[in-house]
């Protein structure tokens, strides 16, 4: 049977572990490197489907399985034609599994062998996710590429509840694999767990390549470690993973963070970073993050970033958008929003370019110069 999700590497960079690539879906082929805006519940928010293909030109984007079980039900979601024709959206979907919500709402579960028992944050009812059943919704759902259900443990953690917790992940994934009811249009990625020990991530990458996905996430990292650390395990998970798969880091969006993680082999990157942040009245700019809100932008009447190529920063002045934000307007979130996602989905188009052209290095440095100042 000829899978869903098929990776393409064009070129990997001579000095780092940079891959220059292409993964092909049902609903269009995403060049990697890639930056994918997270759309939680069915919507990047204050996002129309048009603006993030036409001012963001963002190829994928993801859906949250927990949320969209919770609102407004995945039956549903099925009912009104997938998830695709049930937000507008003809380009690729990726749906998480849930499974972040497990470490996120830890005050509110239990797990077990079988599942995750939650308590809903929104009307404290009981819920009850197994593997099967967020492979179920995600089955509803419709989305291009699936994610195994798995735990993230949190930071710090001890070795031995994180190797069980690994080894309870990889049973979890044969689980999903055999409860897949649509491989033929649906990808299925397993997901690398571990916590900070190297030799676990080693040996949940062994076990999950032998399930045969057609994608690798790596999970459980950007939980509270440091930067460095981070990196460290990452570097040390990567050269496990198959070549002609692709490698999907969870839960990062600073500029840092999708640099590093292409240096160390990923290719797909995802946060809701960009969109939060803007909410907040800060974009993410050439020169650094620009607090928008903040008084010594009044009469500021320059782009947020003269070198950005996106709608907001040809039309719009620093001085309107703050303008728009001191005054509660939605306008000002939606233009910063759109700003926050092009920087990173751009950015990405740089490094794409950087890699081709064997000067990922160099570029590298020649951002952080400029976006910290050094």
Known sequence: MEQPIRYELIKKD???????????????????????????????????????????????????????FLRPGDELVRDAGGL??????DRAILTDSGGFQVFSLSDLRNISEEGV????????????????????IQNNLGSDI??????????????????????????????????????????????????MYKDLRKESAKQLIELDFPGYAVGGLSVGEPAELMYDVLAETTPYLPEDKPRYLMGVGSPDYLIEAVFRGIDMCDCVLPTRIARNGTAMTTNGKVVVRNAT??????????????????????????????????????????????????????????????????????????????
């Open 14 to 68: 001579k000095k780092t572990g940079a891959r220059r690539g292409r993964i092909y879906t049902p609903h269009g082929i995403i060049e990697t490197p890639v930056f994918m805006p997270v759309g939680t519940q069915a919507t990047v928010k204050a996002m129309t489907p048009d603006e993030l293909k036409e001012m963001v030109d963002a190829k994928i984007i993801l859906g949250n399985t927990y949320h969209l």
């Open 117 to 136: 028992g939650f308590k809903s944050h929104l009307d404290g009812s009981s819920l009850f996710i197994s593997p099967e059943k967020s492979i179920s």
């Open 146 to 195: 699936m994610m195994c259900f798995d735990e993230c443990v949190p930071y710090p953690a001890d070795y031995e509840y994180t190797k069980s917790s690994m080894e309870r992940t990889t049973r979890w994934a044969e689980r999903c694999k055999k409860a897949h009811k649509n491989p033929e249009r649906q990808g299925l990625f397993g997901i690398v767990q571990g916590g």
């Open 84 to 89: 695709h024709k049930f937000m507008n959206w």
């Open 297 to 374: 932008y009044e009469r500021d009447f320059t782009p947020l970033d003269p070198e950005c190529d996106c709608y907001t920063c040809k039309n719009y002045t620093r001085a309107y958008i703050r303008h728009l934000i001191k005054c509660g307007e939605i306008l000002g979130a939606r233009l910063l929003s759109i700003h926050n996602l092009r920087f990173l989905v751009r950015l990405m188009e740089n490094v794409r370019k950087a890699i081709e052209d064997d000067r990922l290095t160099e570029f590298r440095d020649e951002f952080y110069s400029k976006y910290y100042h050094k």
